[in-house]
């Protein structure tokens, strides 16, 4: 028997699993740090935007309508096209509106370039 060669797979298989927990534990983390700063329910057909918002560790970001449908994954519906202010208004009345309400961003619209500007709100 090849004791070095066996001994040497045994390293590399105990390396790939050290990476895969060094990953989970990251995911774990960052799970961890969204549900401390989104103290909310969030609609999750928004996550992804909440998750991109969190992730870009900017004070604004400025994203067009097919970035954002790219984010979540989804057409955005036809009200957020014909009523663009309306629909990305800072109410919690829109269940929506959370996914960035919820972790301290406010929206201003550019209705002629389709574009939505996420601003920290510093006094959260």
């Known amino acids: 028997m090849n004791y070095d060669r066996i001994i040497l797979e045994l390293m590399d298989r105990i390396?790939?699993?050290?990476?895969?927990?060094s990953r989970l534990?990251?995911?774990k983390a960052a799970n961890e740090k969204f549900k401390a700063e989104a103290n909310v329910n969030?609609?999750?057909?928004?996550?992804?935007?909440t998750e991109h918002l969190l992730n870009s560790d900017?004070?604004?970001?400025s994203l067009t309508y097919p970035e954002i449908e790219e984010i979540i994954g989804f057409k955005l519906p036809d009200s957020a096209y014909s009523h663009m202010r309306a629909y990305w208004s800072n109410t919690e009345t829109h269940s929506y509106a959370?996914?960035?309400?919820a972790i301290g961003y406010r929206t201003r619209v550019d209705?002629?370039?389709?574009?939505?500007?996420?601003?920290?709100?510093?006094q959260i």
């Open 98 to 101: 959370k996914s960035w309400l």
């Open 15 to 21: 390396q790939i699993l050290e990476s895969k927990v």
């Open 58 to 61: 900017k004070s604004k970001v």
């Open 42 to 49: 969030i609609v999750s057909k928004y996550r992804g935007l």
């Open 111 to 122: 209705t002629d370039n389709k574009i939505v500007h996420f601003e920290k709100n510093l």
């Open 25 to 27: 534990e990251g995911d």
